[in-house]
């Protein structure tokens, strides 16, 4: 019996797989370079060949059990406005979060309330010890999020990255799972 991708149901959210449908959506929202400079892996300019790509890697990486590449929808009408992953480490039971939301629904809690609701799934669903996430070091808005989801800042990592030439500095945030 094949697996069913996991539905995530928040006060205001639905979080669930990313589909063809959300094309149109994901590059209008990410044609804007500000998402391109605040993370490692979204190109720009953003097209539609970039966004079924990611739809089709959302299924593979769930497939592959590689981790999860959710849609992050408002509840009443379950249009796109974002995404959020759990990228896991079964080995060292671990996974990274990573979230993109659209500039229309910044500083409204959204973020986080989808990080506390993947938090959740990723402790007691899948039973994982760690979750971690980073940020550039000049992008606060995303390290209050993962603040505001219970995460606490462990450190900087400097240089970790190399992006258009220029070395990024990433703060790192995580959370343990006390009940393992």
Known sequence: MKKKFPNLITERLLINQPIETD?????TILNDKTYSNNTTNIPYPYTSNNAVFWINLAQNNF?????????????KTGKIIGAISLHTDLKFNKAELGYWLSKAYWNKG????????VITFGFHDLKLKRIFATHFDFNIASGKVMSNAGMHKEGLLECYTKKDGIY??????????NDL
């Open 23 to 27: 094309i149109e959506d994901i590059v």
């Open 63 to 75: 497939e592959q059990q590689l981790g999860f590449i959710f849609a992050i929808r408002l509840r």
């Open 110 to 117: 959204l973020a986080t309330e989808a990080a506390k609701a």
């Open 168 to 177: 990024q500095n990433h703060v790192l945030y995580a959370i343990i799972n």
